[in-house]
């Protein structure tokens, strides 16, 4: 791999490009915070997909993508003399220093769940009125499930094992199933919103991210109909033309592909 010389030799690079860029691209002279701000959210989802994918190459990509959304950020705040990308760099440096200090103090820890709880016990003596200040209000609902409960965890609110979790998993599905007997829309809502939670809260104490189990599942829907589309296009019928039972043959095959 490249040496620490090698390392910010191409980030003084990437700065130098970025600085040309500003002054002479017409594209990169007109960006904004605000223009930019939709394409660096893309550019962390491909980044995702990248991830998930387990392609090591596309991260390395997709990494850089984002480095250059940093550097784009950082000169921008610079020309307005709020910040510059060393005063980026050393807040972060700050912020980690002063929240690890188990490694950069005399602060003992026995265990990860310890070092979450001193995260969460400085952040309130940094000035936060609540954990939960951390969490992004534009998060997607099942990220920012599993993000909220990792906070209030992080300061001892949680249960002590999965199975009081799973319990609670079954006694909201029991709830949601007299609402659905029910037939009150509003209320299915509510109490599927809490099965949800939930099963989050489950696949947590699983160890298992419950955005990552999803998006498999996505994708492996998504490959399996796109075989079933491409049989039927075989066939010359459409869909619709097709039985379940004909569907069904092929989606069984379907689960066969690696």
């Given at each position: 791999?490249?040496?620490?010389?090698?390392?910010?030799?191409a980030f003084n690079r990437l700065l130098t490009i970025m600085e040309e860029l500003r002054a002479q691209c017409p594209w990169d002279k007109k960006q904004t915070l605000q223009s930019l701000r939709h394409l660096t959210i893309e550019e962390t989802y491909e980044l995702g997909d990248a991830i998930l994918d387990n392609d090591l190459n596309e991260v390395k990509k997709e990494l850089g993508?984002?480095?250059?959304?940093?550097?784009?950020?950082?000169?921008?705040?610079?020309?307005?003399?709020?910040?510059?990308i060393a005063d980026v760099a050393n807040e972060i440096c700050d912020?980690?220093?002063?929240?690890?200090?188990?490694?950069?103090?005399?602060?003992?820890?026995?265990?990860?769940?310890?070092?979450?709880?001193?995260?969460?016990?400085?952040?309130?003596?940094?000035?936060?009125?609540?954990?939960?200040?951390?969490?992004?209000?534009?998060l997607p609902a099942l990220v920012k499930a599993n993000r909220i409960q990792e906070k209030v965890a992080g300061v001892g609110f949680d249960w002590e094992k999965p199975e009081q979790v799973f319990e609670k998993l079954e006694e909201e599905l029991a709830e949601f199933q007299e609402e659905v007997k029910i037939n009150d829309t509003d209320k299915m809502e509510a109490e599927f919103g809490d099965v949800l939670f939930s099963m989050v809260n489950y696949a947590r104490f699983l160890e298992i991210s419950p955005e990552n189990a999803l998006e498999r599942t996505n994708k492996k829907f998504i490959k399996r109909f796109k075989f079933l589309e491409q049989k039927a296009k075989e066939?010359?019928?459409?869909?619709?033309?097709?039985?379940?039972?004909?569907?069904?043959v092929f989606w069984e095959q379907s689960k066969r592909l690696k």
């Open positions: 791999m490249n040496s620490r010389e090698s390392q910010l030799k993508d984002l480095l250059l959304h940093i550097v784009f950020y950082a000169k921008i705040g610079s020309e307005t003399n709020d910040f510059d912020k980690l220093i002063n929240r690890h200090p188990h490694i950069y103090g005399d602060v003992k820890v026995d265990n990860e769940e310890q070092v979450k709880e001193n995260w969460e016990n400085i952040k309130l003596k940094e000035g936060k009125k609540s954990v939960l200040e951390g969490v992004p209000n534009s066939m010359n019928k459409s869909l619709k033309e097709m039985s379940l039972a004909e569907m069904d």
